[in-house]
Structures are given as C-alpha cells and as structure tokens.
C-alpha cells in the first residue's frame, strides 16, 4: 500500500517516511491510513518506532517515524545465518515486552513478522501498524470473511477469518518469529498461498520444523548490527528529490548513491531509491 524512504526532519535527523503509493489512494485507503496514524499516536516505548508526525489528508498521504538503523530481521538471518539460542532468548524477551506495552494500550498488532522486527544499535523495534486494531473495538474496515495478515506468522483463528481476536493472535507470531530467529524458516511453508492458508488453519497440519540450521561462520554475534551511524544521505546533486519539503511539512525524502537496502531496511527495491 505505500513505500518508505529515508528522509530528512526539518532538523537534520534521519527519519523513515511512509507515502501511499498514488494508485490506491482513495477513501478506504485513506481511513486505514488515518487509523494507523491514530493507533501511533497511542503507544510508545523503547521497542516501538515512535511517530514524528502525519497528514493522512495530503494529496498523497504520508506518516514519519523515527529512523531505525540496521536490517530487518529476516534480511538478518539471510544474511548472517539464525540466530544462537541465547541471542534468541533475549529477542524473545524484548518483543514480548513490545507486545505488552502494545496490549496494555489495548491494541493488537495483528502483522508481526520478521520483516517488522527492526535490529537497530540499540535493540530491536517493532514497526508498522497498519494492520493494528483496538481488540475490544466492534467497528472493522475489513469485510466480513476477509483475512488480513501474513499466513506465514499467522495463528489458526486469524488465518479462519475469526472475530474479536484477542492478544493470543501476537503471541502466536512472536512464537514464529522467534522460530524463524532459531532456524530460518516459519512454522509452515508452501510454494502457493493459499496452500499455506490451509496448512496455518488445519487443526490437523503439523509445522514443517527439520530443527535448527546451524552455520556458524555466517552467525556472527551480536544479534543486531553494529554499524555505526554515519549520518543521512548527502544532499549531493546527485541526490533525486521525490517531493518538496513544503509536501511533508519539512520532512523530505530523498535518495542517494549513498541510500542502499544496506542502510535503511525499510525502503523498497534494491540499490537506488526509485521515484514512486
């Protein structure tokens, strides 16, 4: 539904912007847009990528969070192998911790995976909430039936289409999340989606679970990268502008030679920034 960049506060700081792409703007969009802004605005914590600031009203609808510096989880382990079991342990720890804050808000998260698990210097951090919801709220943009999520971290009564859903729905995908952390795969794989739809909602289907792939050479510790922030993108002339700053009151979005998959794990595509 949208695409992050690197950007720019009015400041200097390096921010992480969402824009919804201009194809699927229109008044649905627009109201999960301005819901996921309220649902920020929310919560807080040291494991959540905080919101800086949103107009969910702009021709072209956008939300800026803090800039987390470091891969996602799932680049990590393609990158670097699984996770020991001790790193594990201690990611375990300080997701559930994420998550209790999220639930004492009174919120679900509904979309936890790897590739929303942020391994920043400074730990790791859950982002995008565009599929959170108020657990005890009785009104829903979802159609009836109308499953939402990833299948792949997905628990049987999300994946059944099920309501209310309780808290129990982000426990379940922190526990795949954590299995993937462990052994590089999820609980369940298939080669086509409804296929894995079955296989989460069969009460009967066991979890494809070989064990833990162990490579040690390319799991180097610690868990989360060190490298050391170098600063934003330089404005160079070589840099493409994407939007004025007047556009995302102040926030610009920009990309650079410099700007790769490598620094900012949120953006789309591979090497250069595209304009949307």
């Not at 493409?240 to 700053?245: A, G, I």
Request: aromatic content about 6%.
């Amino acid at each position: 539904m949208g695409q992050v960049y690197l950007g720019e506060s009015p400041g200097g700081e390096p921010v992480a912007v969402k824009v919804i792409k201009p194809s699927v703007v229109d008044s649905e969009t627009r109201t999960r847009f301005a819901q996921e802004v309220e649902i920020l605005k929310t919560i807080w914590g040291a494991r959540i990528a905080a919101l800086l600031d949103a107009d969910p009203d702009a021709e072209r609808p956008w939300l800026a969070t803090e800039y987390v510096e470091g891969l996602d989880l799932s680049r990590h382990v393609a990158a670097h192998g699984p996770l020991p079991a001790l790193l594990t342990a201690a990611l375990g720890a300080t997701l559930a911790e994420a998550l209790a804050g999220v639930h004492r808000q009174g919120l679900l998260h509904r979309d936890l995976k790897p590739a929303n698990v942020l391994l920043g210097p400074n730990g790791p951090k859950v982002i995008d909430f565009g599929l959170a919801v108020f657990a005890e709220s009785s009104v829903s943009l979802t159609a009836p039936h109308m499953v939402v999520g990833t299948p792949s971290c997905m628990p049987p009564e999300q994946a059944n289409g099920e309501k209310p859903l309780t808290p129990a729905v982000d426990v379940y995908a922190l526990g795949a999340v954590l299995l993937f952390a462990a052994s590089g795969h999820a609980p369940y794989r298939a080669d086509h989606i409804h296929l894995l739809f079955h296989q989460v909602a069969d009460p009967g289907a066991r979890p494809t679970c070989p064990g833990p792939r162990t490579n040690s050479s390319r799991c180097s510790p610690p868990c989360w990268p060190t490298a050391r922030r170098t600063g934003p993108p330089t404005t160079t002339s070589a840099a493409l502008w994407v939007s004025s700053p007047a556009s995302t009151s102040g926030y610009r979005r920009h990309c650079s030679p410099e700007h790769t998959r490598s620094r900012c794990c949120r953006c789309p595509g591979t090497g250069r920034l595209r304009a949307p």
